[in-house]
């Protein structure tokens, strides 16, 4: 399902932080999971922000299986706490 407010709200926070921004925001159909690994990875990540408007998926039973919904797949917790994100 759509996400209204997503773009308004992206808009807002890149407004915030225009000099941390290591890459354009990435929206609707090219918010994959493609997109999410490959501004993770990027170079500057550690100085930076990650903003992610989606929407989520919640295990309560297990919450490592939580993840966040992009366009193509999912992004669970787990993988992002393996990771260690620099965010």
Do not use: K
Request: glycine share 4%; proline share 7%; charged share 30%.
């Amino acid at each position: 399902p759509e996400l209204p407010e997503a773009s308004a709200e992206i808009d807002e926070i890149a407004a915030l932080y225009p000099d941390r921004l290591v890459s354009e925001p990435v929206r609707r159909r090219a918010a994959t999971e493609r997109a999410f690994w490959g501004l993770a990875d990027r170079a500057g990540a550690d100085r930076a922000v990650l903003h992610v408007v989606c929407h989520g998926d919640v295990d309560a039973t297990e919450p490592l299986a939580s993840a966040l919904v992009l366009t193509d797949s999912r992004v669970e917790a787990a993988e992002v706490a393996m990771r260690r994100l620099p965010f």
